[in-house]
């Protein structure tokens, strides 16, 4: 190359990189721009807080950030490195113990409480004999958790699974293909042919682009304005899911759910653990009961299977619609610290009726 020919190349190359800088300066005002007109604009989009305590995952659509620490709804909420909440435990068991892997969403997870206060710690603080692996995440569905368990609660080597179906939201959940609360996250989601259960789950691995977009759907409030002038307004999106939740489900969204309930006891049983699967109402089931909880109870698909309604056991316990802000947090039974108290109470007496 001639020193002519350097120097020109040379001379692009700045150019170009002087280009780059420049729209980088632009995108970094804009952004600064978008937050400045809107200061609270990404944690309205972000319900729950998906965006900031949770990252993309191929395998789930999105899972807890590991070694992550965050204040979620005023409370500390920690991750540990395996990405879980709660004490880390290893595959190996510990002689002497009984294991139990806990599956859910917010309930499970905590949302709301801190750290020693979900109902997983307080049954490890007040039985000592139990080592309790909480794998609930924020958002999940049934059809999340069964996989969450095949991938990594039976290598827990548990004697007990507990599913914690939370009836105003979950089979909500298993009929869709990405999240309902954000509108963004993909999910993967079963489907049900000649009644077997066939997973759903090639949209769920995004190529870089779409990666990157996601990440910017998170992080990022200019990237979230231009959305909104060409796609659905993500606050909107999360009114329309709220008024679908007050919706009764359609029987394909049953039929799912039963058979990802089923499917989980068979797997734990399998295995040579014992499975449970707790309902969770919601404040409405105190005011006017629906039938969703009935419905798994009276379920063919389910026959055989450890089914157990709260709302009574928690009534007996005095949580009831006169009470409900004592023990929870919202209409979704986010349970307050004394509330995951209660449930604590309540799992330990239901795991001892057949023994642990």
């Not at 965050?70 to 920690?78: N, Q, V």
């Not at 079963?190 to 995004?206: K, T």
């Not at 009114?239 to 007050?246: F, I, S």
Request: with cysteine; proline share 5%.
């Amino acid at each position: 190359m001639t020193w002519r020919g350097a120097r020109g190349w040379g001379a692009n190359l700045l150019l170009a990189l002087g280009s780059v800088l420049a729209l980088g300066g632009l995108l970094a005002l804009g952004e600064r721009a978008a937050r400045w007109a809107n200061p609270r604009y990404l944690e309205r989009i972000s319900l729950d807080d998906l965006a900031y305590l949770h990252t993309y995952s191929p395998v789930y659509g999105w899972t807890p950030r590991p070694s992550f620490r965050y204040t979620l709804a005023g409370s500390e909420t920690t991750i540990n490195r395996l990405g879980y909440r709660g004490r880390e435990y290893s595959a190996v068991r510990t002689p002497g113990r009984a294991r139990i892997v806990m599956l859910g969403d917010s309930i499970t997870f905590g949302y709301g409480v801190r750290d020693p206060e979900t109902f997983s710690a307080v049954m490890e603080t007040r039985e000592p004999g139990l080592e309790v692996v909480n794998l609930g995440v924020q958002g999940y569905g049934t059809d999340q958790e069964l996989l969450k368990l095949e991938r990594e609660g039976l290598a827990y080597a548990p004697d007990v699974v507990v599913l914690n179906v939370c009836l105003a939201n979950d089979l909500l959940d298993n009929a869709a293909a990405r999240s309902i609360y954000d509108g963004v996250y993909p999910k993967p989601y079963f489907r049900l042919e000649a009644g077997r259960l066939v997973l759903v789950a090639d949209h769920v691995r995004l190529s870089p682009p779409r990666r990157l977009a996601l990440l910017l759907s998170q992080r990022s409030a200019l990237f979230n304005a231009v959305l909104d002038l060409t796609r659905i307004d993500r606050a909107r999106y999360q009114r329309e899911v709220a008024g679908r939740v007050q919706e009764e489900p359609g029987e394909p969204a049953y039929a799912v759910t039963f058979a990802l309930v089923r499917r989980m006891d068979e797997i734990a049983r399998a295995r040579g653990a014992r499975f449970v699967a707790l309902l969770y109402p919601s404040l409405r089931d105190f005011i006017r009961p629906s039938r969703r909880a009935q419905r798994f109870l009276e379920a063919p698909e389910l026959q055989g299977v450890k089914l157990v309604d709260l709302r009574p056991r928690f009534e007996a316990l005095g949580f009831s619609a006169d009470t409900f802000d004592r023990y929870s947090l919202d209409g979704n039974l986010h349970l307050t610290a004394e509330g995951h108290r209660l449930a604590a109470s309540v799992i330990l007496d239901v795991l001892a009726e057949r023994g642990r």
